[in-house]
Each structure stands twice: as C-alpha cells, then as structure tokens.
Antibody, heavy 117, light 112 residues
Framework: QIQLVQSGPELKKPGESVKISCKASGYTFTDYAMHWVKQAPGKGLKWMGWINTYTGKPTYADDFKGRFVFSLEASASTANLQISNLKNEDTATYFC??????????WGQGASVTVSS | DVVLTQTPPTLSATIGQSVSISCRSSQSLLDSDGDTYLNWLLQRPGQSPQLLIYSVSNLESGVPNRFSGSGSETDFTLKISGVEAEDLGVYYCMQATHALWTFGGGTKLELK
C-alpha cells in the first residue's frame, strides 16, 4: 500500500539548518508530485508548495521563498525539505503529501522541528 | 492568493446529530477544465490529515457515506449525517484549482 515515511523529530538552535526526508513506497515515485505542509503548534495547516518529482522543479508559496528548499533523491523515492537559518517561528510539524493530482491523497506521519536556544 | 473561510470555527455535536460546515472562497474554484478542485480533510487528534472528499462531492475510498459534500463556484458545504465518536477532530477545506493551493482555517468538531 502507499506509504510516506518521514524522518524523526529534530531539535535545533536559531540560525542552524535542518533537512527533513519523506520516503515513498507502494507506487512509482516519479508519477506523482509531492507537497509540503506546515502546522505550527495548535494551529491550522499551511501549504508550503510542491515539487515535480519527474523534473525536480519546485514551486514555493510566497511565505516560503528564500530559506526553504525542496529537493529529491529520486533513486531512493525520497523527497526532502531543507530549512536554513532557522527561526523560532519555524517550530512546527511538517508533512509531506502526495498529489493524486489536485488532491493530497496520502500523507506522511509528520516531522517535528523545534527551534530553541 | 485564494482565501478560504470556514464557519463555524468550532462545532459541538451529540452522537447521531447531523452537522454542516461551510467553506467560502474569495475566488471561484471552477477550473477552466470544468472541474472544481475543492477538497475536505479530517485531522483527528495527534494524527496526520486524511482525505474525505475530493472535487466537491466525491467520497474518498473507505470514507463512510454519512459524509457528503456539495457546492459550486465559491460556496461549499460538508455535511455529516449522524455524527459518530470517530468523527471528532478538525475539518479543513482546501482548494487546488489555483496554482497556489490554500487551506481553510479549520473547524473543530467536538462532543457536546
């Protein structure tokens, strides 16, 4: 069955970087785009953007341009999210989700990132 | 960006009660291909979101038929006909018609 398995929790200091992975299984990775969604503690879902898993081209929502990078390890069926120069407001759970298309039909379990000095 | 406004933000219901959640869009969600990419998701406490309904009214496989969706253009509704305990959590609408996808603010369904 379709599975998206994300990397474990991270504790970082302000100014550091973090890389979150999302490993897909149960389908052909390059046939479906991958989205990233942020959920701050106690808050709603916020769409960050998506990456075309066939071409590697990323698209970012306005609030996630600059410090956020989507990338792929297609041979490993893995999508990555890297956040640089971490700020306290980056503390959140980050989800990857498959684009069916036009709908996120499968979700990872979420990866927690805590930024604290 | 398209703004999705969900009401109410919180909904209290008893088991067996029917409830509705509204989602209003700042722009039409009718795509040039004729489809309307408005979806509904449920996030149970401590879990990842899961897809309930796609393209306004299509039930995702495995989702009970007490869930139904309706609407067009800018006004959409999710209805639960007979709330069950497993339905508690936060419901989100989201649009995929416009290039930059967006979520509604969420509606928390709790037991009265």
């Amino acid at each position: 069955q379709i599975q998206l398995v994300q990397s474990g929790p991270e504790l970082k200091k302000p100014g550091e970087s973090v890389k979150i992975s999302c490993k897909a299984s149960g389908y052909t990775f390059t046939d479906y785009a991958m989205h990233w969604v942020k959920q701050a503690p106690g808050k709603g879902l916020k769409w960050m953007g998506w990456i075309n898993t066939y071409t590697g081209k990323p698209t970012y929502a306005d609030d996630f341009k600059g410090r956020f990078v989507f990338s792929l390890e297609a041979s490993a069926s893995t999508a990555n999210l890297q956040i640089s120069n971490l700020k306290n407001e980056d503390t959140a759970t980050y989800f990857c989700a498959r684009d069916y298309p036009y709908v996120m039909d499968a979700w990872g379990q979420g990866a927690s990132v805590t930024v604290s000095s | 960006d398209v703004v999705l406004t969900q009401t109410p933000p919180t909904l209290s219901a008893t088991i067996g009660q029917s409830v509705s959640i509204s989602c209003r869009s700042s722009q039409s969600l009718l795509d040039s291909d004729g489809d309307t990419y408005l979806n509904w998701l449920l996030q149970r406490p401590g879990q990842s979101p899961q897809l309930l309904i796609y393209s306004v009214s299509n039930l995702e496989s495995g989702v009970p038929n007490r869930f139904s969706g309706s609407g067009s253009e800018t006004d959409f509704t999710l209805k639960i006909s007979g709330v069950e305990a497993e339905d508690l959590g936060v419901y989100y609408c989201m649009q995929a018609t416009h290039a930059l996808w967006t979520f509604g603010g969420g509606t928390k369904l709790e037991l009265k």
